[in-house]
């Protein structure tokens, strides 16, 4: 299944414009929940953001922050959990977080792509 990317905006610099070139590469593969966090929220105003995330979701990226969402073993998650066991909090917490993924994906136009790319449970 091939997923329909977007058509990417000619006039946008890519050199200028993109988060992912202006700060440190590592910021989107980086182990920390709060550093992850962060590239999520520099990806916000990023123009190539939609198909940042398209792409990512027909390959399957097997981690990092693509589109503005964590991708951790081919699945998008909500956010990345530190080591260890879950507080009962964190976990009500994920499930409404899974549900404002789901909410984002389709306001850009990936929610058939649902059978490409699983939600993290």
Same mark, same amino acid.
């Given at each position: 299944?091939?997923?329909?990317?977007?058509?990417?905006?000619?006039?946008?610099?890519?050199?200028?414009?993109?988060?992912?070139?202006?700060?440190?590469?590592?910021?989107?593969?980086?182990?920390? #929940?709060?550093?992850?966090?962060?590239?999520?929220?520099?990806?916000? @105003?990023?123009? =190539? /953001? $939609? +198909?940042?995330? %398209?792409?990512?979701?027909?390959?399957?990226?097997?981690?990092?922050?693509?589109?503005?969402?964590?991708?951790?073993?081919?699945?998008?998650?909500?956010?990345?959990? #530190?080591?260890?066991?879950?507080?009962?909090?964190?976990?009500?917490? @994920?499930?409404? =977080? /899974? $549900? +404002?993924?789901? %909410?984002?994906?389709?306001?850009?136009?990936?929610?058939?792509?649902?059978?490409?790319?699983?939600?993290?449970?």
């Amino acid at each position: 299944m091939s997923l329909a990317l977007a058509p990417v905006d000619e006039s946008v610099d890519l050199e200028a414009n993109l988060p992912c070139r202006k700060f440190d590469p590592d910021l989107w593969f980086a182990d920390s #929940p709060t550093e992850l966090e962060l590239a999520k929220s520099l990806c916000g @105003d990023c123009p =190539l /953001r $939609v +198909e940042c995330l %398209a792409g990512a979701v027909e390959r399957a990226e097997p981690w990092g922050v693509w589109g503005g969402e964590i991708f951790e073993r081919g699945a998008v998650v909500p956010r990345k959990r #530190p080591r260890g066991r879950p507080r009962k909090e964190d976990v009500a917490r @994920d499930a409404a =977080l /899974r $549900v +404002e993924v789901e %909410a984002r994906m389709a306001a850009n136009g990936l929610a058939e792509s649902r059978n490409a790319v699983r939600l993290a449970a």
